[in-house]
Nanobody
Framework: VQLVESGGGLVQFGGSLRLSCAAS????????WSWYRQTPGKEGESRELVAVFRSADDITYANYVQGRFAISGDATRNTLFLQMNSLKPEDTAVYYC???????????WGQGTQVVVSS
């Protein structure tokens, strides 16, 4: 199984990016999908939860991205997305895709994609 993130980069304050997480070896509906982020200088701390996709009707966002970010999943393409709008410098981080089985038995992480928001 493998998770590969893409779509990160450098963007100006107020700009947008769309992250993708290509999942191979997974049956998409069998997992709970999430985006997390690791802020620079906080590598010793836990990654922050950004958004969770359990199904199209069951989505959760962290307060600090509510209304700006949108998580979605395409089971036909086995791909998870994160549309990020109105980006702020404090959104600068490495963004990680995570998949876990619904019984919490197994968790998988991607390698991360860097997002830098300039002021």
């Amino acid at each position: 199984v493998q998770l590969v993130e893409s779509g990160g980069g450098l963007v100006q304050f107020g700009g947008s990016l769309r992250l993708s997480c290509a999942a191979s070896g997974f049956t998409f509906p069998d997992y709970v999908w999430s985006w997390y982020r690791q802020t620079p200088g906080k590598e010793g701390e836990s990654r922050e939860l950004v958004a969770v996709f359990r199904s199209a009707d069951d989505i959760t966002y962290a307060n600090y991205v509510q209304g700006r970010f949108a998580i979605s999943g395409d089971a036909t393409r086995n791909t998870l997305f994160l549309q990020m709008n109105s980006l702020k410098p404090e959104d600068t981080a490495v963004y990680y895709c995570r998949a876990r089985t619904r019984d919490f038995e197994n968790i998988y992480w991607g390698q991360g994609t860097q997002v830098v928001v300039s002021s």
